[in-house]
């Protein structure tokens, strides 16, 4: 077996290996008169350097020979048993990918029965087995930690997992669900709809609602325009909407930054943030051990969890 999406470049390598084989028995062949005869008289070519050195024409040793056609055999052999030629897997049928899988499943098969003390617990129960908290970080470690930081603590546009309350929620359920299925945070732009200075006003608002500094004048103007315009998605108190992964404006806590600048760059040109789902990746007992983890990192709650939750729709 190949790589490749046709088998063509199998069967080029194939022969070029098969031609070099039969190339270097032709060259012992036609060279036989020279092979193991010590006795053989040995032939003067003639060439002479240097006054008396003559460039003589000995026989190869016996020893080289039957290593020649050992390795010769060698080949052969070889590409009879492993795959070697074009599609055909060889006699013994091996290639790296079966290889591979076999010692996948040989791995899932030694710890399945580790997972399977899990799987009958619930989330707070596995949050609390040391044991499973470490085979939970690893998961995270291995498969968060690039985009969430290794302290879970995010970056601009990767959500803090631990402070502040969440977009999507802190409870198990969402939780798994996040990391199952992925999640896409969208705002629409409204270049056209709102302009810069207006936007500025807005962003002033905004700011207001987590109590930063804020121009009390262009606030005024900013709070009409929100109710106007955001309110929808983010609700009139500025509290969030999980449903819609409209993150909670109150708490400060950003994704992107509190700056007038940042927050206008978001109001015109919109947000558009994906998580991966992780369910073709991790199976649906790691994704359990690592929510449990996750869920863990925040104390088990969400900030304002009471509140939002009663705001979003069901
Ligand atoms: C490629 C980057 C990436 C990887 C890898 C990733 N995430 Fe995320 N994650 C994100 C982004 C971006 C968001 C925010 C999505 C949004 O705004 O809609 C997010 C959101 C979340 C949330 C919801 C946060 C909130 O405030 O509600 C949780 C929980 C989460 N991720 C956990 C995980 C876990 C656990 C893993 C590993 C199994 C993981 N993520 C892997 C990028 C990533
Ligand atoms: C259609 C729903 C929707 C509307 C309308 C909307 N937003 Fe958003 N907003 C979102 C979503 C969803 C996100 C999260 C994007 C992400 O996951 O990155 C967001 C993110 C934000 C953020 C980033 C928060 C942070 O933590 O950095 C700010 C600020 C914001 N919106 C302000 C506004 C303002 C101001 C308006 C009105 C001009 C507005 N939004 C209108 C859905 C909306």
Redesign the pocket.
């Known amino acids: 077996m190949n790589d490749f999406v046709s088998g063509f470049w199998g069967y080029y390598i194939g022969t070029i290996s098969v031609l070099g084989i039969v190339f270097c028995l032709w060259l012992l062949w036609v060279q036989r008169k020279y092979l193991g005869k010590a006795t053989l008289k040995v032939d003067d070519t003639g060439h002479v350097w240097d006054g008396n050195l003559r460039e003589l024409n000995h026989p190869v040793p016996r020893w080289w020979t039957i290593m020649f056609v050992g390795c010769c055999a060698f080949g052969v052999i070889y590409l009879i048993l492993y795959p070697g030629l074009g599609t055909w897997p060889g006699l013994l049928g091996t290639n790296s990918r079966v290889e591979v899988k076999q010692e996948q499943e040989a791995q899932e098969a030694a710890v399945a029965p580790i997972y399977a003390k899990y799987a009958k617990m619930s989330i707070p129960e596995i949050a609390a087995d040391p044991a499973a908290r470490v085979i939970g970080q690893r998961l995270f470690l291995n498969n968060c930690a690039q985009c969430h930081g290794s302290d879970a603590k995010g970056a601009p546009?990767f959500p803090n997992l631990i402070e502040g309350d969440s977009?999507y929620g802190r409870d198990p359920e969402a939780i798994i669900a996040t990391i199952t299925a992925g999640r896409n945070?969208?705002?629409?732009p409204?270049k056209g709809a709102?302009d810069a200075k207006t936007a500025g006003d807005?962003a002033q608002y905004?700011r207001s609602m987590s109590g930063l500094a804020a121009d009390q004048i262009r606030i005024v103007n900013g709070k009409r325009e929100?109710m106007n315009?955001?309110a929808?998605?983010?609700g009139p108190e500025g509290k969030g909407n999980k449903a819609?992964?409209?993150?909670n404006?109150t708490d400060d806590?950003?994704?992107?930054?509190s700056s007038e600048a940042t927050?206008v760059e978001?109001?015109l040109n919109g947000?558009n943030?994906r998580m991966p789902a992780q369910a073709g990746i991790l199976t649906p007992e790691q994704i359990r051990m690592v929510a449990a983890f996750v869920w863990s990192l925040s104390g088990g709650k969400d900030v304002t969890s009471s509140v939002l939750n009663s705001a979003a729709p069901k």
């Open positions: 546009s977009i945070g969208i705002m629409p409204f709102i807005i905004v929100y315009t955001c929808a998605c983010h819609l992964g409209a993150p404006l806590v950003w994704l992107y930054g927050i978001g109001i947000r943030n």
